[in-house]
């Protein structure tokens, strides 16, 4: 997919200096440009790669005039950072402006789908299901029965939306991530064994939530897991059967949350953090990476270590215990001095 310079310049309502007609088809940094990329300069530690660059077009400040001749194109706007940002989205949204229904797929009965779905080869979409305008779902995916979509929502290559699950506007699944699943429920017997506890519930995905791959969201055993508006998910992250994580909290990789805990509003979560069950997490709690968390936690709190304990105290403690052999070492010299 090429752009003209003028074309790039009209989306940013930016000022072309230099060959409008020049194109681009790849982004690079600037210090690694070459023909046929589009760049930027935004920091003034990489002023000197403009004049070295072989990018075809890069986008600077308004306020920026060369000193040294140069032989990229520039595209001048009065912000160059967030101007390559709207431009790295706006190339994101056409990359995926894909419609139509590919073969082989499996439509069900009683399906509602609104404008410019795009279903992928290989894809099965189960009885009932209602699907919002502007809805991609890429190849090898599976939508079961009773599932609802909304609006402007991606699923990518492999996701599994188990039945009854109810998706929102706006968000993006990743690959390979399972929604729905049964949670983990298994009742003792007196032989030994475990019978398992049917798991009637469904998963409920609010707007604007994403999710990367490889993660697993479990249907609650009665009622609803639910993951507010807002939030964002990491790869290969584990969420238990009727948890509920709340509004624009973000959680690390490699976490899992056990059955039953309730996740507060704007929580900041680290990699490999461990959450027991029927806990309650506060608002605007920051758990530290590898934190083992199995007490309630306050709102605004911010808590390390497995068991997790106040962040503070908790970095106090550390020093002491990087100093521990030295500090054992002392105390055995006292106790010699005294005993002599």
């Known amino acids: ?28 940094k600037i210090e690694e440009g070459t023909e046929g990329s589009l760049t930027f300069l935004a920091n003034p530690k990489y002023l000197n790669y403009i004049y070295t660059t072989k990018a075809t077009i890069t986008i600077v400040n308004s ?26 989205e706006y190339y994101n949204q056409v990359k995926l402006m894909k419609s139509g229904i590919e073969q082989p797929s499996v439509i069900s009965e009683n399906v509602e789908y609104g404008e410019n779905l ?19 779902i890429y190849p090898n995916s599976f939508v079961g029965d009773n599932v609802i979509i909304g609006d402007n929502t991606v699923l990518f290559a492999g996701v599994r939306i188990y039945s009854e699950t109810e998706v929102g506007n706006n968000c ?16 003792p017997q007196e032989d030994g064994t475990y019978s398992k506890v049917p798991q009637i519930g469904n998963v409920i995905i609010e707007d604007n939530v994403d999710i990367g791959s490889c993660t697993t969201i479990d249907r609650a055993t009665l009622g609803s ?11 290969q992250i ?32 680290g990699g490999q953090v461990g959450i027991a069950g029927h806990l309650i997490i506060g608002n605007g709690v ?22 997790s304990f106040n962040y503070a105290d908790f970095s106090k ?22 005993t002599n």
Request: aromatic share 6%; net charge positive.
């Open 172 to 187: 993006t699944i990743h690959s390979g991530s399972i929604i729905g699943s049964d949670g983990f429920g298994f009742a």
């Open 118 to 136: 795009y279903l992928g080869s290989f894809c099965y979409i189960g009885k009932n299901v209602k699907i919002g305008n502007n809805v991609k």
């Open 225 to 235: 897991t639910v993951i507010r508006k807002g939030v964002k998910l990491d790869n």
């Open 286 to 307: 920051r758990i530290q990476a590898q934190s083992g968390v199995g007490r309630n936690i306050k709102d605004g709190e911010a808590i390390q270590g497995s068991p």
């Open 238 to 269: 584990q969420i238990a059967h009727n948890v509920e994580i709340g509004e624009n909290t973000v959680i690390a990789s490699q976490t899992g949350v056990a059955g039953s805990t309730k996740i507060g509003k704007n929580c900041m979560i």
């Open 1 to 28: 997919m090429k752009f003209t310079a003028e074309q790039i310049a009209g989306i940013l309502e930016g000022e072309v200096v230099g060959n409008p007609s020049a194109e681009v088809y790849k982004l690079a």
């Open 317 to 338: 403690s550390y020093v002491h215990f990087k100093n521990l052999p030295k500090i054992v070492d002392d105390l055995n010299k006292l106790k010699k001095k005294k």
């Open 63 to 88: 306020t920026f005039e060369p000193d040294q001749p140069i032989t990229t194109t520039l595209i001048k706007v009065e912000d160059a950072y967030k101007s390559f940002s709207k431009l790295l």
